[in-house]
């Protein structure tokens, strides 16, 4: 779907014009591409004293290939002695300065408001020098880990920061973002710093990411061996409403990581459906999820189990409430969360879910923030959501399974161009990236999650919005 109001801001003449009058020009964003490092320019690496994760984000950035440096008299530099890192130059001779790719920022040794000065201390001379789509994580203590009322509220402090820092840079591309890590998660982070770091994030922003401490039998240990290029090597996915949209890119995005794909849809999606597997060497399903022999049906569909099952299947049938027919209330929580219960029960009462095996969920920003004439459809999502955070726990501790969601916002699909012009263009400006997403934007969180690597990720509803203005 073509954004034209984008595409003619970008040109040249139009663009100058656009910029002194400010009217809002959206940046050109960057997303992966194959054979593309993790991250392509320099990060700086700054802790708060104190803090017990700059040696772990150190050994981490090195190991994904990052270009790490210090600046000089930062605390992390004590901290970081086994890892070769060089100095940053903050200002040099004549003005000059080094330019960074990603900010990245420890301040789990903030223990007391007094301490978020680290903060300015930190950013302050750093972000003029933050290149075009770069990056700004901060990582911290979750604040219901620590020790007293006024760490918790230090800790807590840092989501403001971020979310309004995500507001300030996104202009330019860049993002910000804050991830909790657990006590006992130190050594877990590997997964997210890169999917954060990389153009795989690049309509993630103002996000809050909690790592708890892996569950046992994730496998974690093996990870040694694990091939970043392709990651779900070996692992076997299915992905609900394949046939198109934001489930196509999601099927093809798992099976560009290596994943053995089966897509399941409706009758009336087979064609698509067919050629898409048949593209990406995967398996097509035919079924209705809201039949009541639907569960079992899928879960005998894979008598060797599954590793990842992603919950894409979705539709719309939007009203106001006082004048929606019963029908379409029941059809849009039938499809979007009932189902998608009764699945989950099949599958794990028979066993079909692996060790280390990921439930990933589509919700939706409406879900959180709610949408006039989608009562029904924002009161499935947030049953979504719900479920995830009610079944986080005991998945983990009785099946060493995860399970976490994505709440897209305005993505450019098939349905958003059927959306009034007026409104189509008020969803694609109001977040912080001055655009709307695309499918695979949505495609490559789920991939994040579905990483053997991300057994730290559970319980996490993550929103690829760009950092709408809606919502929190």
């Known amino acids: 779907m073509t954004d034209t109001y984008t595409r003619v801001m970008r040109t040249p003449v139009v663009g100058g014009l656009a910029k002194r009058v400010g009217a809002p020009s959206p940046p050109a964003l960057e997303r992966f591409s194959e054979g593309a490092p993790v991250i392509a320019g320099k990060v700086l690496l700054g802790a708060a004293a104190g803090g017990r994760l700059a040696a772990p984000l150190a050994k981490a950035l090195r190991a994904l290939g990052a270009s790490t440096v210090i600046s000089d008299g930062d605390p992390a530099r004590r901290l970081v002695n086994d890892v070769k890192i060089g100095s940053a130059r903050l200002g040099g001779e004549n003005g000059t300065k080094e330019r960074f790719k990603a900010l990245v920022l420890d301040a789990s040794g903030i223990e007391d408001s007094t301490d978020l000065v680290a903060l300015h201390g930190f950013l302050y001379p750093a972000l003029p020098n933050l290149d075009r789509c770069g990056r700004v994580l901060v990582f911290g203590t979750p ?6 009322a006024r760490e918790h509220a230090a800790q807590r402090a840092l989501e403001g ?13 860049a993002t910000a973002q804050l991830v909790y890590v657990a006590p006992g998660a130190e050594n877990a982070m590997d997964s997210t710093l890169r999917f954060l770091l990389s153009p795989r994030s690049a309509y993630v922003s103002g996000q809050v990411i909690r790592l708890t401490v892996p569950p046992k039998g994730a496998g974690s240990e093996d990870l040694g061996e694990l091939d970043w290029k392709a990651p779900l090597q070996g692992r076997s996915a299915l992905v609900t409403g394949a046939a198109r949209g934001i489930g196509a890119a999601i099927a093809t995005v798992l099976a560009r990581d290596g994943a053995v794909v089966t897509g399941l849809d409706v009758a009336g999606a087979q064609a698509d459906l067919s050629a ?11 079924v209705d999820i809201t039949s009541p022999d639907a569960p ?6 894979f008598p060797d189990g599954l590793d990842v099952v992603v919950h894409n299947a979705g539709v719309t049938r939007d009203r106001t409430l006082a004048k929606m027919p019963a029908e379409r209330w029941t059809m849009v929580l039938e499809i979007n969360l009932s189902s998608e219960e009764r699945i989950n029960d099949a599958l794990l009462a028979a066993g079909k879910l692996r060790p280390n095996g990921r439930i990933v ?3 939706s920003i409406a879900g959180i923030a709610g949408n006039g004439g989608q009562t029904n459809y924002a009161t499935s999502k947030a049953g979504v959501i719900g479920m995830v955070q009610a079944l986080a726990p005991s998945l983990a501790e009785e099946h060493s399974v ?6 897209p916002g305005f993505i450019e699909t098939q349905m958003t161009a059927a959306i009034p012009f007026a409104i189509r263009e008020a969803g694609r400006r109001m977040n912080s990236l001055l655009q709307g997403g695309l499918p695979v934007d949505v495609a490559e969180t789920i991939a994040w999650y579905a990483s053997p690597a991300s057994a730290a990720l559970n319980g996490n509803v993550v929103r690829v919005c760009g950092q709408s203005l809606l919502g929190a």
Do not use: D, Y
Request: overall charge positive; charged content about 20%; hydrophobic content about 40%.
């Open 143 to 148: 604040p219901e880990a620590t020790g007293s």
């Open 361 to 363: 969920c589509v919700s």
């Open 276 to 286: 898409l597997m048949a593209k990406i060497g995967g398996s097509a399903l035919e």
């Open 296 to 301: 079992e049906a899928i879960a005998a569909h």
């Open 161 to 173: 920061l971020t979310r309004s820092l995500g507001k300030e840079v996104g202009k330019r591309g």
């Open 402 to 407: 995860t399970i976490n969601a994505v709440a």
